[in-house]
């Protein structure tokens, strides 16, 4: 019985696992597309922003993904994306993206659920090394 139900508990999982990678829930934020733009170093927190470098149909493809209808209204024509790091230390950051639609307005969405590394975007930032955290 036991042997039956871990069988059956695994293709379960396998199914969930398949499912949520055809949503595309596993996507990450693609870096080749992230280009550091300026630290704001004036005060604690420090904060770093990035431009992200989508097409129309990558917009709306990162919308679907890390967006509600609640941060980004439905028919709300986002024109850009950015990025905004706010590093506390090196393991306590939030990453946030700044959607900015025709009219320029900004939409601000925590992306923490799906971001949990912050040192590519560190690593981003000229001279990193000499940042004091």
Request: net charge negative; proline share 2%; charged share 25%.
């Amino acid at each position: 019985m036991n042997l039956s139900m871990n069988t059956m508990t695994d293709v379960v999982l396998q199914r969930m696992i398949s499912f949520v990678v055809w949503k595309g829930v596993l996507n990450m934020l693609d870096y080749t597309k992230i280009i550091f733009n300026e630290l704001d170093d004036t005060d604690k927190p420090l904060q770093a922003f990035y431009n992200y470098d989508l097409k129309e149909s990558e917009i709306e493809n990162f919308l679907e993904e890390y967006t509600t209808i609640e941060e980004v209204p439905e028919g709300v024509s986002v024109q850009k994306v950015e990025l905004c790091l706010t590093i506390y230390t090196q393991q306590d950051f939030k990453l946030e993206a700044c959607c900015i639609d025709t009219n320029n307005k900004q939409y601000w969405v925590e992306i923490n659920k799906q971001f949990t590394n912050a040192d590519e975007f560190i690593q981003m930032i000229p001279n990193y090394e000499k940042i004091k955290l």
